[in-house]
């Protein structure tokens, strides 16, 4: 496997996790019209990382990734996250 190559499927392994956390960091942003936050960058980057670990998590208990069951813990602890991040502030 080429370099290259190891980048695009290392992309599309965390692909899931960024898009999740991008929706669940920026949609209450827009209802709010462009005021941010302090700590938002932050907020977005626990998301990622949270999000990233249940990737991993179920890539070791799976075996392999792309299992719904990884795909709905993905969903689960990133939106428990984003809801205690916004309700401390």
């Known amino acids: 496997m080429t370099p290259l190559e190891f980048l695009g499927h290392l992309a599309g392994f965390i692909a899931p996790a960024l898009v999740v956390a991008f929706i669940l960091w920026g949609v209450p942003r827009l209802r709010r019209a462009g005021r941010d936050a302090p700590g938002a960058r932050l907020e977005a980057f626990m998301l990622l990382v949270a ?15 792309g299992k719904m069951a990884t795909y709905a813990a993905l969903v689960l602890v990133q939106g428990t996250l984003a809801w205690w991040l916004h309700r401390r502030r």
């Open 51 to 65: 999000g990233v670990a249940v990737l991993l998590a179920g890539l070791v208990f799976f075996g392999r990734d």
